[in-house]
Protein backbone atom coordinates (compact mmCIF):
# COMPACT_ATOMS: atom_id res chain seq x y z
CA UNK A 1 0.00 0.00 0.00
CA UNK A 2 1.55 3.28 -1.09
CA UNK A 3 1.81 6.12 1.51
CA UNK A 4 -0.60 8.44 -0.10
CA UNK A 5 -3.39 5.64 0.24
CA UNK A 6 -2.12 4.48 4.09
CA UNK A 7 -3.09 8.32 4.96
CA UNK A 8 -6.36 8.28 3.05
CA UNK A 9 -7.04 5.65 4.68
CA UNK A 10 -5.77 6.77 8.28
CA UNK A 11 -8.24 10.09 7.80
CA UNK A 12 -11.02 7.45 6.94
CA UNK A 13 -10.76 5.91 10.08
CA UNK A 14 -10.55 8.67 12.11
CA UNK A 15 -13.41 10.34 10.74
CA UNK A 16 -15.32 7.07 11.77
CA UNK A 17 -13.80 7.35 15.50
CA UNK A 18 -14.11 11.19 15.62
CA UNK A 19 -18.22 10.71 16.67
CA UNK A 20 -17.21 8.34 19.78
CA UNK A 21 -14.28 11.08 21.06
CA UNK A 22 -16.65 13.78 20.27
CA UNK A 23 -19.43 12.17 22.43
CA UNK A 24 -17.27 12.74 25.29
CA UNK A 25 -16.45 16.12 24.61
CA UNK A 26 -12.96 15.40 23.00
CA UNK A 27 -11.99 15.60 19.45
CA UNK A 28 -9.22 14.22 17.12
CA UNK A 29 -7.41 15.40 14.53
CA UNK A 30 -4.54 13.54 12.07
CA UNK A 31 -1.47 15.33 11.86
CA UNK A 32 0.75 13.50 10.39
CA UNK A 33 1.77 9.79 8.95
CA UNK A 34 5.40 8.74 9.13
CA UNK A 35 7.57 5.65 9.27
CA UNK A 36 4.39 3.21 10.29
CA UNK A 37 3.34 6.01 12.69
CA UNK A 38 0.43 7.87 12.95
CA UNK A 39 0.54 11.39 14.75
CA UNK A 40 -2.34 13.02 16.33
CA UNK A 41 -3.73 15.65 18.27
CA UNK A 42 -6.19 15.31 21.23
CA UNK A 43 -8.17 18.42 21.75
CA UNK A 44 -11.60 19.26 24.00
CA UNK A 45 -12.04 17.36 27.06
CA UNK A 46 -9.31 14.98 25.83
CA UNK A 47 -6.70 17.41 27.36
CA UNK A 48 -5.58 16.74 30.89
CA UNK A 49 -8.06 13.39 30.64
CA UNK A 50 -6.83 10.53 32.77
CA UNK A 51 -8.09 7.98 30.15
CA UNK A 52 -6.44 9.64 27.32
CA UNK A 53 -3.60 6.70 27.12
CA UNK A 54 -5.92 3.90 27.23
CA UNK A 55 -8.17 5.77 24.80
CA UNK A 56 -5.32 6.39 22.36
CA UNK A 57 -3.95 2.52 22.95
CA UNK A 58 -6.72 0.53 23.32
CA UNK A 59 -9.19 2.84 21.16
CA UNK A 60 -7.62 4.95 18.07
CA UNK A 61 -4.19 2.67 18.00
CA UNK A 62 -6.32 -0.76 18.39
CA UNK A 63 -8.54 0.39 15.37
CA UNK A 64 -6.24 2.31 12.99
CA UNK A 65 -3.86 -1.26 13.73
CA UNK A 66 -7.04 -3.56 12.28
CA UNK A 67 -7.88 -1.19 9.83
CA UNK A 68 -4.89 0.37 8.08
CA UNK A 69 -1.55 -2.35 6.93
CA UNK A 70 1.71 -0.62 7.66
CA UNK A 71 0.39 1.01 10.65
CA UNK A 72 2.66 0.39 13.50
CA UNK A 73 1.66 2.66 16.36
CA UNK A 74 -0.24 6.31 17.67
CA UNK A 75 1.32 8.69 19.18
CA UNK A 76 -0.02 11.86 20.75
CA UNK A 77 1.54 15.34 19.61
Given at each position: ?????????????????R?????D????????????????????????????????????????L????????????
Open positions: MEEKDIEKKVVETIAKIPYINRGGDIKFVKYEDGIVYVKMMGACVGCAALDTTLTEGVEAILEEVPGIIGVEHI
